[in-house]
């Protein structure tokens, strides 16, 4: 289907992805007292720790670094504002890890697998307490995690990571529901069985990385926006170069999400892929009709996975669809049109009862995608830089535990942190460019092309089928 302005009903509105910040962080600046960004760095400064990005990672290191520490000279660059990233753009799921469980078990062991589990389980637990201790107004609401499958293969799925639960002591971690129960929570005419995971929570997520941003100014942390760091010279010790001037410090972090595609030393942990947001007008008497107003978090079981949450105005914010592959980040994840239209015919598709809600915003963004779709955190030669990579598209709750793990590394405290599986693990790594960049933008579109077809009850064209499994084939735990 080829979508027109009209048929997204965009009601006259200029719906250009791209061409301003996400809606999330335009309410976010609108309801600080002071927006102004902090200043360039423009000199040659010394720090005890230079931290490089200022998302979530960036400002969740520096949050627990100078909570452990409050003498440590911290300090923050970013090339834009803080949460102007993806960390200011995301759908806001902060949600568990226990419908991961296969993968980490393949990568872990069961017990680790489930210790990782409830480390992230403390970690959406933590922001919502980091949001009441600090008077940050996030819209944190912990309501848990609805799965709807949209096709009859994906009812297996949703049974499959019930049973893994089960087989692995927490039964109570994700539920089965019927037809029936999905729809008693988020009534869709697409929905099926699925499954209820209750670690989930919803944040509005540029509330929280500059409710992050104002604690870490307060606590004297020095943040420097508009600054990009051209060079890092790792010493010992570190030396940040930008623009205007250098940060030289024993430790640095890189911070840097999909970004560490132009970064040697991270380059081959990841592709970068998009991720796009539509978002609707007001819309709570259509949400009250479908009887979703428990504020859960919803997602499909398409590998290309379609996210949807309400806000608290009373519009749906639904993520997914399209988007690119590249291996650098430039405007096809910000200002993607046709991203946008997939996203849109997506969420009309779920939800037709809306046909007649305009949609209001869209915005997009780079996901870090890692060899086995989960984060690993650590340090890389010569020992005192560190970082945290590979989201997948899954970094809102992670990212509140690699700050944590990050500190602690960089401080040497030895810490169930520190002692968690994903930490100094050797890296899994995809083939050099150009293969890397064409193999993952060829992949995609032959994932999302299974997807819809599953979606549509048809049967998958084989060929685009062997693609989208090719990534499973080589070992990387990506893809259907
Ligand atoms: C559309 C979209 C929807 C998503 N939805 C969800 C979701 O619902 N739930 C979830 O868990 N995750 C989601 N994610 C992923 C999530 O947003 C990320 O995993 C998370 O924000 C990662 O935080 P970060 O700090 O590592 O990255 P970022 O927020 O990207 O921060 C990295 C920062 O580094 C800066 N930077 C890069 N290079 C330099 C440089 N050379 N010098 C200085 N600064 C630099 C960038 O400007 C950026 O601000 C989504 C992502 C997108 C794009």
Not at 231 to 236: I, S, T
Request: proline content about 7%.
């Amino acid at each position: 289907m080829s979508l027109t302005a009209a048929a997204l009903n965009l009601a006259g509105h200029a719906l250009t992805p791209g061409a301003q910040r996400s809606w999330w962080l335009r309410e976010a600046l609108a309801a600080e007292k002071d927006s102004a960004p902090q200043a360039p760095l423009t000199s040659e400064i010394s720090a005890d720790v230079v931290v490089i990005g200022g998302g979530f990672t960036g400002l969740w290191t520096a949050y627990h670094l100078t909570q452990a520490k409050p003498d440590m000279k911290v300090v923050v660059l970013e090339q834009d504002i803080c949460g102007g990233g993806p960390s200011g753009r995301n759908g806001g799921f902060a949600s568990g890890w226990w419908d991961e469980l296969d993968g980490l078990i393949s990568l872990y062991g069961r017990d680790e697998a489930v210790r990782a589990c409830r480390a992230i389980s403390d970690s959406i637990n933590a922001i919502g307490e980091f949001c009441r201790l600090h008077k940050v107004d996030a819209w944190y609401k912990h309501a848990g995690y609805l799965y709807a499958a949209t096709a009859p293969q994906h009812e297996a799925i949703a049974e499959e990571i019930v049973r893994l639960a089960g087989e692995v002591g927490v039964p109570d971690e994700l539920q089965a529901l019927s037809p029936q129960e999905v729809k008693a929570r988020c009534d869709s005419p697409a929905f099926r069985s699925g499954a209820f995971m209750r670690d989930g929570a919803s944040v509005q997520p540029a509330l929280l990385a500059r409710g992050l941003r104002r604690v870490l100014l307060e606590w004297g942390v020095i943040i420097h926006e508009g600054t990009p760091v051209t060079r890092l010279d790792a010493g010992p010790p570190a030396v940040a170069i930008t623009a205007g001037g250098s940060v030289r410090a024993p430790k640095a972090v890189l911070a840097l999400n999909a970004w560490a595609v132009g970064w040697p030393q991270l380059r081959r942990r990841l592709v970068a892929w998009s991720s796009y947001i539509v978002l609707t007008a007001p819309a709570p008497e259509k949400l009250a009709k479908i009887g979703w107003t428990g504020g859960e978090l919803v997602t499909d079981f398409r590998t290309s996975v379609r996210y949807f949450r309400t806000t608290r105005d009373g519009r749906i914010a639904f993520g997914g669809g399209g988007g690119r592959a590249s291996s650098r980040i430039d405007d096809s994840f910000t200002h993607d049109m046709r991203a946008v239209e997939e996203a849109a015919e997506g969420f009309r598709r779920l939800f037709p009862s809306f046909a007649d809600v305009p949609l209001e915003d869209a915005w997009g963004g780079p996901i870090d995608v890692s060899p086995t779709h989960l984060p690993t955190f650590g340090s890389l030669a010569p020992g005192n830089l560190f970082y945290a990579l590979g989201y997948t598209g899954n970094g809102v709750a992670p990212s509140h535990l690699a700050g944590k793990v990050i500190a602690d590394l960089v401080t040497g405290a030895d810490t169930d942190s520190t002692r968690l599986p994903m930490v100094n693990r050797k890296p899994r790594l995809f083939p050099p460019e150009p293969l890397r960049s064409i193999g993952a933008a060829v992949v995609r579109r032959a994932i999302i092309a299974k997807d819809t077809a599953e979606e549509r009850g048809h049967h998958p064209n084989p060929v685009m089928l062997a693609i989208a499994r090719m990534p499973r084939r080589m070992g990387y735990l990506l893809g259907p």
